[in-house]
């Protein structure tokens, strides 16, 4: 091909902005690029539960202030009458929702005396206290809400999360149906009837024993899946794990936690 010579003016015009001869690196720092994002969508940001924030999963955890609990009541649409933030007793941690429309707020695990909680306490019937406990408000703090650390070699890539693994180990503080034996090395030391109570549900939390002892029940990979055959009926509505609305994780179906079945959905080892 002829090589080409331009016969107009050489010089780029002034109006024309100069590009950078360097791109400019993304900060980390709190004010452009938080380094964990709290709540960042509406259909995820708080859920609710009856048992404790952390039966969950490890994407919630409990509300951490009074003004946080305000808010996830709110977002559930309930009618506040009355807000306690610093209830007598010990009670669970974070915020409890009760059926009169109050809202105590118990604390966080290692606060001032009179704002200190039990991290061990349910969400429902604590200290003998009957029906009207409703349940607790919990927050999502999941990995994936996180945004990604900038650091590109080339211009092509693009930044990655790195996914948190799962550890499989027994949970010290799981008790089936709250009682002492209920612990996983009490509740799963005979192996003849090891495989049998692995596969109990504890109806009135919700929850399966393998999926809180699995290293005991030798549960580990399929923990952190879904049931592919599972289906639930809310309402008119049907789903399955795949079109389950995240909201619904702390929801009961037949006695049975969503967040525990559909385990990957709700990021149940997150």
């Known amino acids: 091909f002829p090589s080409f010579e331009p016969t107009g003016p050489t010089s780029v015009p002034t109006s024309v902005p100069k590009v950078p001869t360097k791109f400019p690196t993304h900060s980390n720092s709190p004010s452009k690029f938080p380094s964990r994002s709290l709540n960042p969508t509406d259909d995820s940001k708080f859920a609710t539960t009856v048992t404790r924030c952390v039966d969950l999963g490890n994407a919630w955890q409990n509300v951490q202030s009074p003004d946080e609990c305000e808010e996830a009541n709110t977002y559930f649409g309930r009618t506040l009458t009355n807000m306690n933030d610093h209830p007598m007793g010990r009670g669970p941690c974070g915020c409890t929702y009760h059926k009169f429309g109050t809202l105590d707020w118990w604390g966080v695990q290692g606060g001032a005396r009179e704002t200190n909680c039990d991290p061990n306490k349910q969400c429902t019937d604590f200290n003998g206290r009957g029906e009207g406990d409703l349940g607790c ?3 999502r703090v999941s990995q994936a809400t996180e945004f990604p650390s900038f650091s590109p070699t080339k211009l092509t890539s693009a930044p990655t999360i790195s996914p948190v693994k799962s550890v499989c180990v027994d949970d010290k503080t799981f008790k089936y149906k709250n009682k002492n034996f209920g612990k996983c090395a009490k509740f799963l030391k005979k192996k003849n009837k090891r495989i049998t109570r692995c596969n109990l549900w504890d109806k009135k939390f919700g929850r399966l024993v393998k999926n809180h002892c699995p290293e005991t029940c ?3 990979a399929e923990r952190c899946q879904n049931d592919s055959e599972a289906k ?6 049907k789903y399955t794990c795949e079109t389950i609305p995240i909201k619904k994780c702390s929801k009961k179906f037949k006695k049975k936690l969503v ?3 559909c385990r990957a959905k709700c990021q149940f080892c997150v």
Not at 232 to 237: A, L, S
């Open 137 to 139: 408000y919990c927050r």
């Open 218 to 220: 030798n549960y580990c």
């Open 232 to 237: 639930f009926t809310f309402g008119t509505k």
């Open 259 to 261: 967040s525990e079945t």
